[in-house]
């Protein structure tokens, strides 16, 4: 089955109000907010988009250890459920999310309704780091559990992100 790019993102750029199109290299950017990069790229290679967003620009120092085994069981998403997953960018350092999205997930729904889930997993990862550097307060960094009240695994960040 081929990806029909155009017409997914059409249909996106309607739901956001927007005209959006692929650029001559199969990308699309956007920006929600002043936080948020977005970036839609067509991957002729997979036949689907890889969608990609910058959550932090570093990790908190000291990284507390509930972070870190956040993190590390939400990169079991991509390969189980196909929802988002987060890493660091080796070139810059930049903690970044990103989702390959397939013409089989977009037969059970819409590019928006993916992108908006992607986004709220965006989102609520940036709080997360956020909350995790508030509540380290210089403990936690020794890969042992943050003495303080480190922010427990939220569990809705990495379920329901597939279109039902």
């Keep these: 089955m081929t990806i029909n790019a155009a017409e997914h993102i059409s ?5 956001f109000n927007l005209k959006l199109s692929l650029d001559e290299e199969g990308l699309c950017e956007l920006a929600i907010g002043d936080e948020y990069p977005l970036s839609i790229r067509l991957d002729s290679d997979m036949d689907a988009f890889v969608i990609s967003s910058v959550v932090a620009d570093e ?34 350092g930049l903690i970044v999310s990103w989702q390959i999205v397939t013409e089989g997930m977009l037969s059970k729904g819409t590019l928006s309704s993916i992108v908006h889930a992607f986004l709220s997993f965006v989102v609520g990862m940036h709080e997360r780091i956020r909350e ?15 003495e303080n009240d480190d922010p427990a695994f939220d569990p809705h960040l990495h ?3 597939l279109p039902v």
């Excluded at 249909?11 to 739901?15: D, Q, R």
């Excluded at 995790?132 to 943050?146: D, F, I, Q």
């Design 11 to 15: 249909e996106l750029g309607e739901a």
């Design 59 to 92: 990790l908190p120092d000291p990284v507390s250890y509930s972070l870190v085994q956040d993190m590390l069981e939400l990169n079991l998403g991509p390969a189980v459920t196909g929802s988002p997953g987060i890493g660091m960018d080796p070139a810059t």
């Design 132 to 146: 995790s550097a508030e509540a380290s307060g210089g403990t936690g960094g020794n890969g042992a559990p943050a």
């Design 159 to 161: 379920s329901g992100f």
